[in-house]
């Protein structure tokens, strides 16, 4: 990867039925572990005492990329767990939220 706009990561989508908790995805940045602070459906948490979302399939992946990762060999990793369901088939995307704009400007026309 030559070039990391600002606020971009990596998706790494888990497309079909892995089983709850079933599967998970990581990336190695030049043979080194990294793992994904993110993912949707969320980690299971009782944060704010409301119950968490629970799924067996379609879960994503979010990898925060980092201007250090530049020009890095960046693998992905996905784990299945033994017993759970397999009938997924991963995916990566590359993408950035906010879009990498530093400002706009709105420029309404004032209405007589």
Request: charged share 20%; glycine share 8%.
């Amino acid at each position: 990867m030559n070039e990391i706009p600002k606020g971009s990561y990596l998706a790494i989508a888990l497309e079909g039925e892995h089983g709850e908790e079933g599967a998970y995805a990581a990336v190695r940045v030049n043979g080194k572990p990294l793992g994904a602070p993110d993912r949707s459906v969320s980690y299971p948490s009782n944060a704010w005492e409301y119950p968490a979302s629970r799924a067996s399939s379609n879960y994503t992946y979010y990898v925060p990329l980092t201007n250090d990762m530049k020009g890095a060999q960046i693998d992905a990793v996905v784990l299945g767990l033994r017993n759970s369901p397999s009938d997924f088939k991963p995916e990566l995307w590359i993408t950035a939220y906010p879009i990498p704009f530093e400002q706009k400007q709105l420029t309404l026309p004032e209405v007589q």
